[in-house]
């Protein structure tokens, strides 16, 4: 049965089928081959142009990952295409401009596994779409007569092995750089011992790509080459990145060359990957996977750039190179979407400046066509990151659209009941269909549906994604009332066989995740970890995508009684959550830094206790030796609750913390990217779990909101507000943004007492500045000096 594109899917270009003449075809294999033994394609067809070419374009996608060449030209820059997408309901097709036809012409499509096969997640499963890869390809020529063509993919074509002799995007890439044959990308190759592709019907919709291609967007130079042993050298890029290696010099021909490529090195020097290793239930501790293999055809001047492939990396091992390697052999490229930058913050302290720099690097590292945990042990899609992250990320990079096309996945995830997924495009761990569909629909992760939307309206003004997701947040918001009034978690039961009234409110049955790795929780005994009780955090996520439901119903012109439906969830929730977790003495339980700060950022804490809470936040803060205690979901708002309830100073404390758990204490240890736990690496070096998720560098909201001070005060920055929070240590700071109207710009510096702001304002926009001497002033569009 054929798809059918979501109701309101982003994807209104989508294509219809009719109008591609080209056909899917699959490459046969006889039996699905083995990991790490699966080549990539070469699928290829000659044709002739008879008359002169005015202009021609391709439309390509695949089952898999390609890249398409004519005459030996690639097309496009794009990499990783078709990219990242539940490839079960809609592929993107990417258009291209052709303009090498000449008369006698060949195409070749290279196919590899891509998403499509790879293996993906921390269970490193493959096959997560399909077992055996395909492509569609549409040449569509106009001529200068005004006559048309269209050469595309059908049973005719012919199908070979390339060089490259596996393909798999966590795992690595293998080529045998020997089996290269130029002669096969162009017209007058004898192929015909070459086999017939099959002409096969694919289900999911083709949808017309809208969100940024990935790209190649930078290249390192490596800092060091080290060579540690007789056979291994160790090349340190100074940068943990996305991407892949170029290796410029590979040897005489037959040399076999492997780069292993890790985030840190061990005791002996040398590229470790075992802290990418999950001891995962019934499955033991899959390989990390990152290792490229290439054995030299010695042709002078070749190189290898593995392109079906990517790995997180700061160093690689390179093992069996024949000769002593310097910087100038290799190159580190950065790979991710190419989106647009939009956010620049800079001030007089290394420190704050690391963090920024450290934050927007784990970013460009996750942001691989969707929004990633990590680029090294799952490189998967999960909903909770950037729910949270999305906000900052959005004052960073154009994120828009790449949100947008990623929603579209979790949309069409979503379970019939409201559930939604914990990963999109889904993998064995995020699939409703697969043996792990228990642990999804976790709260504070499936609240994306909603949250994320909503940042895209604040930040862009944009309401396409509120529009693209509002039936789907409200299933999701049934889902968890129906949850709540209809099951209990055991201990509940156990403790209260009775159910009192407000439990109806209270979220309380798994699975969820909870605030999730606070400093000093053990979140390794899956037992726990899948039984517990959580109604603490879910219960507050139902109560805040309700208020956002209000806001977002409103954004879109919803009638009341829908808004009031959803004001009323708010308050039962609230209630529910009150009841339950106030204590007799006006506390909570559990008594933790995340559980306050939730309670003052949901706005869940009752006026009368509001003070309590913020002091007993403060408390805690203190009695851990003034260090941050909260986890995954509520560092980012740790500090604003801080500074927003009269403690700016210990929110500064915190922030320039540097023994862990602290950001600094990353710094300390040699980071440049934010890592997934506080202490990703110990005090005696050794690394713990990823060394690259953006998650706890939300933060950065504070430098831009906070330190420069600048906020919006309506959607896109058409109102503004900038008033600096002042540091001793901080004596000059800018922001720069790119918003709809145009940038705003935020520069100020403090020299002994004269303090001076200066704010460049676009047109359409209108702001207040606030100074320290807490004086107002209008800015008005062009550039405004202040002092005092
Ligand atoms: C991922 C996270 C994710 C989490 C769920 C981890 O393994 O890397 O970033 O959100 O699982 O708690």
Request: with cysteine; glycine share 8%.
């Amino acid at each position: 049965m054929s798809q059918t594109l979501h109701p309101h899917s982003p994807y209104s270009l989508a294509f219809n089928a009719n109008e591609l003449s080209a056909r899917w075809i699959k490459v046969v294999e006889s039996e699905v081959p083995e990991l790490e033994h699966r080549p990539v394609y070469q699928l290829r067809f000659e044709f002739a142009c008879a008359k002169k070419v005015k202009s021609a374009r391709v439309r390509a996608t695949a089952q898999g990952q390609y890249q398409l060449f004519i005459n030996g030209v690639k097309i496009g820059d794009e990499e990783l295409t078709p990219g990242s997408t539940d490839y079960g309901v809609q592929i993107a097709v990417q258009t291209f401009p052709v303009a090498n036809l000449v008369d006698k012409n060949a195409i070749v499509i290279l196919l590899g596994d891509g998403w499509f096969r790879s293996v993906m997640g921390a269970f490193k499963q493959p096959n997560n779409f399909g077992t055996h890869v395909a492509a569609l390809a549409q040449l569509e020529i106009t001529y200068e007569d005004g006559s048309t063509e269209v050469v595309s993919t059908n049973k005719n074509w012919r199908v070979g092995t390339s060089h490259i002799t596996s393909g798999d995007l966590i795992l690595g890439q293998n080529e045998d750089r020997r089996l290269i044959n130029i002669a096969t990308y162009k017209a007058g190759f004898d192929d015909s011992n070459w086999v017939h592709p099959e002409e096969i019907s694919v289900d999911a919709v083709l949808v017309a790509q809208f969100a940024p291609p990935v790209r190649r967007t930078e290249e390192i130079v490596p800092v060091t080459v080290k060579r540690i042993s007789k056979d291994v050298q160790v090349v340190d890029l100074g940068q943990n990145i996305n991407g892949w290696m170029r290796l410029l010099d590979l040897g005489p021909s037959g040399t076999e060359i492997t780069l292993i490529h890790g985030e840190v090195l061990d005791a002996s020097g040398d590229v470790t990957l075992d802290h990418l290793r999950l001891d995962l239930p019934g499955i033991g501790r899959p390989d990390a996977g990152q290792i490229d293999k290439v054995i030299s055809a010695g042709t002078p001047g070749d190189f290898f750039e593995p392109q079906f492939t990517t790995h997180g990396f700061q160093y690689i091992s390179v093992i069996d190179h024949p000769k002593d390697l310097t910087p100038k052999d290799l190159i580190g490229v950065v790979v991710h979407s190419d989106l647009k930058k939009t956010g620049w913050f800079e001030s007089n302290d290394a420190r704050l400046n690391w963090l920024h720099e450290a934050t927007v690097w784990s970013l460009r590292d996750n942001m691989c066509d969707v929004p990633t945990d990590c680029p090294t042990r799952e490189r998967a899609g999960w909903t909770g990151d950037w729910q949270i992250f999305a906000p900052t990320a959005a004052y960073l990079f154009d994120v828009n659209d790449f949100s947008r096309k990623w929603l579209a996945d979790v949309v069409v995830g979503q379970r019939e009941d409201g559930a939604v997924p914990n990963i999109a495009p889904p993998d064995f761990t995020g699939s409703f269909k697969g043996p792990m569909a228990h642990i999804n629909a976790s709260a504070g992760w499936g609240d994306a549906i909603i949250a994320v939307p909503l940042a895209m309206y604040e930040e862009y003004g944009d309401t396409r994604a509120l529009e693209e997701c509002f039936d789907a947040a409200e299933k999701w918001i049934n889902f968890g009332l129906h949850r709540s009034k209809t099951q209990r978690h055991p201990d509940r039961e156990k403790l209260r066989p009775v159910a009192a009234a407000h439990e109806e409110f209270l979220w309380d049955t798994p699975y969820h995740w909870g605030e999730w790795l606070e400093p000093g929780v053990d979140t390794t005994d899956f037992g726990v970890l899948l039984t517990a009780d959580r109604a603490d955090v879910a219960t507050p996520y139902l109560h805040r995508s309700a208020k956002q439901m209000v806001i977002a119903g409103k954004i879109l012109g919803k009638p009341e009684s829908v808004l009031e439906h959803y004001r009323k969830v708010a308050e039962n929730t609230k209630n529910a959550w009150q009841k339950e977790f106030i204590t007799s003495d006006g506390l909570l339980n559990p008594d933790t830094q995340a559980h306050y700060v939730r309670a003052l950022d949901f706005g869940l804490a009752p006026d009368e206790l509001h003070t309590k809470f913020v002091n007993r936040l403060v408390e805690l803060v203190r009695a851990a030796g003034t260090h941050l205690g909260t986890g995954f979901l509520t560092t980012p708002y740790l500090l604003p609750v801080l500074a927003d309830n009269g403690h700016l100073d210990l929110a500064f404390e915190l922030l320039f913390q540097d023994t862990p758990p602290s950001w600094l204490g990353m710094r300390n240890r040699g980071a440049t990217t934010v890592w997934e736990l506080w202490e990703g690496i110990d005090k005696d070096g050794k690394a713990f779990a990823s060394l690259n998720h953006y998650s706890k560098g939300a933060v950065i909201s504070f430098l831009h909101r906070y330190i420069a001070g600048l906020v919006a005060t309506k959607p896109a920055y058409q109102e503004f507000v900038v008033q600096p929070k002042m540091h001793t240590d901080i004596t000059h700071v800018n922001t720069r943004h790119i918003t709809k109207y145009g940038e705003i710009s935020v520069a100020w510096k403090l020299d002994g007492k004269a303090f001076t702001l200066k704010v460049t304002a676009p047109q359409g926009t209108s702001g207040k500045a606030i100074l320290p001497d807490g004086s107002e002033h209008v800015i008005k569009v062009g550039t405004n000096t202040f002092t005092c």
